[in-house]
């Protein structure tokens, strides 16, 4: 109950931060042209519930990390490939059972409604890898994932942007699921100009 409250918290702090911008951008009538190749990544907090053939779930607080890269195909379209994960069990070298992660690879796409606002709608999907190293659980499992979330490109230079970011992602492999309510800060460069 706390978890879910702490996340619905969370999501309101940055839909209020977010949307609390918007009168600048748009009273200020700067049309927002992204083109070219997109590199980007992010580090942030993530709230996951993990259920699994060996028990019966367990929420976490993780340490969350990703990188991506794509193309703008429009001002308005950015869509490339992106590899995240989450650290539920930090690994040991001096112990081998230690370790629990998930991690993802998938398509995304980000979708920028306003043409006067830097905020993007993203979403996309791709398939997953469970990994945990006790030995008192199968190690390793794969499956399928998908997101939504967003996002807001705060420029720094006309191609670097400051990026914070929220996201909802869920996945599904051979021995149980996830579900993962993620808030991040991340870096987007874009080779092309940004005006």
């Not at 949307?19 to 009538?29: L, T, V």
């Not at 997953?128 to 499956?143: A, C, E, I, Q």
């Not at 808030?183 to 100009?193: D, E, F, K, Q, T």
């Amino acid at each position: 109950m706390r978890a879910n409250r702490w996340r619905m918290l969370v999501s309101s702090c940055l839909i209020v931060s977010v949307f609390g911008m918007f009168p600048d951008y748009i009273s200020a009538g700067e049309s927002l042209e992204r083109t070219g190749i997109v590199l980007g990544g992010w580090a942030g907090y993530g709230l996951m519930d993990v259920n699994t053939d060996d028990s019966s779930g367990s929420s976490h607080g993780t340490f969350a990390l990703g990188f991506k890269g794509g193309y703008a195909i429009t001002t308005r379209l950015v869509t490339g490939l992106e590899f995240n994960g989450w650290t539920l069990e930090a690994y040991n070298t001096k112990d081998p059972s230690k370790g629990e992660t998930v991690s993802n690879v998938s398509i995304f796409i980000n979708y920028f409604p306003f043409q006067y606002l830097p905020m993007y709608l993203a979403g996309g999907g791709g398939q997953l890898s469970y990994t945990n190293n006790s030995p008192s659980v199968n190690g390793r499992d794969k499956g399928g994932s998908w997101f939504v979330g967003s996002g807001y490109e705060y420029k720094i230079s006309n191609t670097l942007f400051l990026v914070p970011q929220i996201r909802y992602s869920r996945g599904n492999f051979t021995g149980g699921n996830f579900d993962v309510y993620e808030i991040a800060l991340g870096m987007n460069w874009y080779s092309g100009s940004y005006e």
